[in-house]
């Protein structure tokens, strides 16, 4: 039986801090960027070539112009591949020869952004932070980073990492950069629990307090979790603009500061005015 996520039994309220010698293969990760403002995640793997993979526009996780886009008939066209083969015997002349189609398609539309890097330049001189998964309602309400603590249970660790292998081997099966829609913290949430909709680090309120309120495992498997997303990819594109996220359909974390700061400006306004009435006139 495969060994079971313990994220949640290794971090505090407060600090998602953990020691290097203390990761697993298997961690969703991450680290502070640009003086804190957005983190960067990844899956860590703990192998000597190849300590984390991540989905980036460079080696180092930083804020650069994306290059390397592909279709979205050329990802279309991968993900119903992919499935067709998935449906074949593995060793039968026509999965070889799909597989042989998928290979040319990689060779020449292979993007830029899934990578393999050494845990130090992931890190690019920040502290190592660990994801938690399956924790409970009171430690996500608490925290201190509520968008690193979710309830939903991940897949094994062993799982997790098949799946961003294959995407490391398989980039354009993933599809393209989207700054709130599909991005470094998309694709390591989905790595652990095959979902797309918990990322929340662009998304404070509606994916910290609504998407989570189902916290059972989606996926099992790695494979489990591929073949449904490939269904997803492989829809038309008008059935999956509904569940696309954009920055104008939800509160982004930009948002969230703004809303917090004139909040607490017009409360400290009126607990002013309160109290000078009452010196003034009570």
């Known amino acids: 039986m495969a060994e079971a996520d313990d994220s949640a039994s290794r971090i505090g309220y407060i600090s998602h801090a953990i020691d290097k010698k203390d ?3 298997g961690d969703h990760i991450f680290c502070n960027r640009l003086l804190s403002i957005y983190n960067h995640h990844g899956i860590y793997i703990g192998e000597r070539d190849c300590e984390v993979i991540h989905f980036s ?7 650069q112009k994306k290059k390397g886009r592909q279709s979205n008939e050329i990802m279309t066209k991968v993900a119903m591949l992919a499935k ?6 593995e060793d039968s002349a026509e ?3 799909i597989q042989l189609q998928i290979d ?3 060779g020449h539309n292979r993007p830029v952004c899934i990578k393999s890097t050494t845990l130090d330049n992931f890190l690019h001189g920040s502290k190592v932070r660990l994801v938690s998964y399956g924790s409970s309602r009171i430690k996500k309400l608490l925290s201190f980073v509520v968008d690193a603590v979710h309830k939903v249970k991940a897949m094994p660790p062993s799982e997790t990492v098949k799946l961003a292998q294959h995407f490391l081997k398989h980039p354009v099966e993933w599809g393209n950069y989207s700054l709130t829609g599909n991005n470094c913290e998309t694709f390591a949430c989905f790595c652990k629990t095959g979902r797309l909709d918990i990322a929340a680090q662009l998304h404070q309120f509606d994916r910290n307090f609504v998407c989570e309120t189902d916290s059972r495992t989606p996926y099992s498997t790695a494979m489990e979790a591929l073949q449904k997303y490939r269904e997803k990819r492989t829809k038309p594109r ?5 569940t696309e996220i954009t920055l104008w359909m939800y509160p982004s974390l930009l948002h969230f500061h703004i809303v917090c700061f004139v909040s607490f400006y017009f409360i ?12 003034k006139y009570l």
């Not at 526009?57 to 804020?63: I, S, T, Y």
């Not at 400290?268 to 010196?279: P, R």
Request: hydrophobic share 40%; charged share 30%; proline share 5%.
């Open 57 to 63: 526009a460079d080696e180092k996780g930083l804020l």
């Open 238 to 242: 008008s059935s999956l603009v509904s």
């Open 104 to 106: 040319k398609i990689h």
């Open 23 to 25: 990761l697993k293969p």
């Open 268 to 279: 400290s306004i009126i607990v002013y005015l309160f109290y000078h009435i009452k010196n």
């Open 95 to 97: 999965a070889t020869k």
């Open 84 to 89: 067709k083969r998935d449906e074949l015997p």
